[in-house]
């Protein structure tokens, strides 16, 4: 049967079969917007309360871990070109113990000028001393003749004024020693402000010079620190504590502390000390539900020896027991 243009009606039977396609494309785009409903396993697990908490009051929050010196970061006190790195990062280190060295060269030269000062005016103190003793001497003799005659009063004089003139040489001769050992001191003390030593035994974690490079004094605030080291037996970890969830707190109790993305091997940290001032937040989660323009209290814990499971910068997420809303 021959399809008759004439007879089609575009209301009857064209926009019919017109909704109808698009009431299939409509039904497509909807089916192919629908969301993934298909349950799957979290990239990472999620922090949940230790088993002792769960069903009791208690407070949450989140932290990093840090020595327990806190982290130090060494620079040094006089700029200069760096002649030699002597750790890396992992080494352990003793109070003392040599990290760099910047050029001190000129210090040493100037160390070397003075101690020559110093023996030049030593010797002329020995030469004044001489000279001092046999002006004394041919005084003391003008003094012991009786006769007028035999010793005038010029070479009396003339003696008197020699005996004081080594006695001047010898004032100067002392003076310029110490001058001298002043500027050899200072050159001292440079050469030791070039070498750079550890302030305390502990860890390096992180060295940022190299052998050659050039270390100033007058870095900006955001310049990296040459090295930074801490005493890492034990680690501590810093817990961040919302202000307003701090009063509930029992202040001295342990915390259940586990890292990020590990809540199944949670340690007890036993509770060391809560700093005394609240400050902004500066720790973040990276939560999408995370309030950032909050204060926090920092509570410090100490963690036990867990064999590499914590390590200095780590996130940790932390349980503590809340006060006894009965009391």
Not at 17 to 25: E, F, R
Not at 44 to 72: M, T
Not at 265 to 282: I, N, S
Not at 314 to 326: E, L, N, S
Request: hydrophobic share 45%.
């Amino acid at each position: 049967m021959a399809l008759n243009l004439k007879n089609l009606s575009f209301s009857r039977q064209v926009l019919p079969v017109i909704a109808l396609i698009g009431l299939l494309l409509a039904a497509f785009f909807i089916w192919g917007g629908l969301p993934d409903r298909e349950l799957s396993e979290p990239e990472r697990e999620p922090a949940r309360a230790p088993a002792a908490l769960a069903n009791e009051s208690r407070v949450a929050g989140s932290g990093v871990v840090e020595p327990s010196s806190e982290v130090i970061q060494i620079g040094s006190a006089l700029s200069g070109l760096v002649t030699a790195v002597q750790v890396k990062p992992g080494d352990r280190v003793s109070r003392g113990q040599l990290l760099f060295t910047v050029d001190d060269r000129a210090a040493r030269a100037a160390l070397r000028e003075a101690e020559a000062a110093i023996g030049e005016a030593r010797a002329a103190i020995a030469e004044a001393q001489t000279a001092r003793a046999t002006a004394a001497r041919q005084l003391a003799l003008y003094r012991s003749v009786d006769d007028p005659a035999a010793v005038s009063r010029s070479e009396v004089i003339r003696a008197e004024g020699e005996a004081a003139s080594a006695n001047e040489r010898l004032r100067l001769a002392h003076a310029r020693v110490q001058a001298a050992e002043a500027r050899a001191g200072s050159a001292r003390t440079e050469i030791g402000r070039l070498t750079i030593r550890a302030p305390i035994a502990g860890e390096i974690l992180a060295v940022n010079i190299r052998t050659g490079e050039y270390v100033s004094t007058m870095g900006g605030g955001g310049s990296q620190p040459f090295i930074e080291m801490g005493q890492t037996q034990p680690l501590h970890v810093r817990i961040d504590i919302d202000e307003e969830q701090a009063p509930r707190l029992a202040m001295g109790a342990s915390a259940t502390v586990s890292p990020r993305g590990a809540a199944d091997r949670q340690v007890t940290a036993q509770f060391v000390r809560a700093e005394p001032l609240v400050v902004p937040k500066r720790s973040l989660t990276n939560s999408a539900a995370e309030r950032v323009d909050v204060r926090v209290l920092q509570v410090i814990y100490a963690l036990p020896e867990t064999d590499g499971l914590f390590r200095v910068g780590q996130q940790v997420d932390a349980y503590i027991a809340a006060k006894d809303t009965g009391q």
